[in-house]
């Protein structure tokens, strides 16, 4: 062998040799960044459970500015119920108010504050609510609310909504618009035109029977709009005094599948053998039909009365066969006493006719729970040090919704990510599905 020759050996061992050196080196360095990873991993899921899945000792930390939490929550109770309207008599519906009645807490285990409430429907669009006839547990802690809003269907169409409530008071009032109560749906359009003291045309309604009971509008005892129809009266001779609602056009564009729809009340049931609802065809001498609903009633409550106007589900008088197609002339609301003298009040409010009511089905109340974005706003004050109760001795990156706790992602300390889909409640009480992003390294 010359010296070239042992030149160029040398130089191939040397260049082998520095390749094994650098092959060794990579796999060491990539087999420990794997195990740091590996070794991470548990880790971002078992922080990213302990910060977004539970709520923090105490409970309320964000709420106490002046004690250091002992471990950091973002989780807040969140309550769903789950609500299906389905249009089933394939007639479309155009802005047709639905209302129902939620018991929230029947418990009153302070569970449901009320400005929390908010509806969205399949496709997570918040849909505006009203509000009404809500009882509470203590302070603004609902216990059962009547929830209204408009809905538009196409015949035969169903449609998922979703009520979401929560006990976190730090949710603001919400800013719902007041709905416009205007649909084809209804005969008046509006369901209080006939009873309103704005709207109504006193000349139609009349009193039936009775001694001397005038008309009135009560504006403080009533359901909806400015007033109700009232009247106080004594039982004549013939003991049967009432109201009648007759308008100078017959009332027309109905069927026998559409509904009568009435408020009705009575200071003082006793006494009183029946409260008769009639409904006649014209001209004079057209059959009636009438129902006793005396026994739903209760003295000083109003009673909400819905009958479809088909005949056979009525009682018939006079000749022929009632159908609602022919129009309706006079609509009597008339009490009865075996004896004169007696003296009551009635009320008639929110008379209208429908079509056939949508089918509401309300199912039972779903608990799962979301990050309060009050908690994570809170958490963006606290420092590193504060947060080492909860994770250690880590480093860490929370990302929800576009905003980020931490420091930035150290990816040349292997830093590993964990990431599930959850719902955040923001302090103006919008409900949102997110994703959030926890990322720790050492």
Not at 162 to 189: K, M
Not at 254 to 259: D, E, I, K, P, V
Not at 276 to 295: E, I, K
Request: with cysteine; glycine share 6%; charged share 20%.
């Amino acid at each position: 062998m010359n010296y070239i020759d042992f030149a160029i050996a040398v130089s191939l061992f040397i260049f082998f040799f520095a390749a094994v050196i650098m092959f060794t080196t990579n796999y060491f360095s990539r087999y420990s960044g794997l195990t740091k990873t590996s070794e991470l991993r548990p880790v971002a899921e078992s922080l990213f459970n302990v910060l977004l899945k539970r709520k923090g000792i105490p409970e309320d930390w964000d709420l106490n500015y002046s004690v250091s939490p002992v471990k950091v929550g973002l989780m807040e109770d969140l309550y769903m119920v789950p609500i299906i309207i389905e249009e089933t008599n394939g007639s479309a519906r155009t802005d047709e108010p639905v209302t129902v009645r939620i018991t929230f807490d029947e418990n009153c285990q302070n569970k449901t504050w009320n400005t929390t409430l908010r509806l969205y429907d399949e496709d997570d669009n918040e849909v505006n609510i009203e509000i009404l006839n809500t009882t509470f547990c203590t302070n603004q802690f609902s216990n059962v609310s009547n929830i209204t809003w408009n809905v538009n269907l196409s015949a035969n169409q169903i449609k998922k909504y979703y009520l979401y409530y929560s006990p976190d008071d730090n949710v603001t009032e919400p800013n719902f618009i007041p709905l416009a109560y205007n649909t084809s749906s209804w005969i008046p359009s509006d369901r209080d035109e006939w009873t309103d003291n704005e709207t109504a045309n006193f000349s139609y309604w009349s009193r039936n029977n009775g001694v001397s009971g005038f008309i009135t509008n009560d504006t403080t005892n009533k359901i909806r709009g400015n007033s109700s129809i009232n009247i106080s009266d004594t039982f004549p001779s013939n003991s049967m005094f009432g109201l009648n609602y007759n308008e100078t056009d017959n009332i027309t564009g109905l069927s026998n599948y559409w509904y009568l729809d009435v408020w009705l009340y009575v200071d003082n049931t006793s006494g009183l053998s029946e409260f008769r609802v009639y409904v006649r065809n014209p001209p004079s001498g057209s059959p009636w039909m009438y129902t006793d609903v005396l026994g739903n009633m209760t003295s000083a409550e109003w009673y909400h009365f819905v009958k479809i106007l088909d005949p056979n589900q009525w009682d018939v008088t006079g000749g022929g066969t009632f159908n609602a197609s022919n129009g309706i002339d006079n609509l009597y609301f008339n009490l009865y006493n075996s004896s004169s003298g007696l003296t009551r009040t009635l009320k008639v409010d929110g008379l209208h006719f429908k079509k056939e009511p949508l089918t509401v089905k309300i199912f039972p109340e779903e608990y799962t729970n979301s990050i309060s974005y009050n908690k994570f706003d809170t958490m963006k004050n606290l420092s590193y040090d504060e947060l080492k109760k909860t994770i250690g001795e880590y480093k860490l990156s929370v990302k929800i919704d576009g905003e980020t706790y931490g420091g930035q992602v150290n990816q040349s300390a292997n830093a590993v990510c964990y990431q599930n889909p959850s719902i955040i409640q923001y302090t103006n009480g919008t409900i949102k599905k997110i994703i959030p992003k926890l990322c720790v390294w050492k």
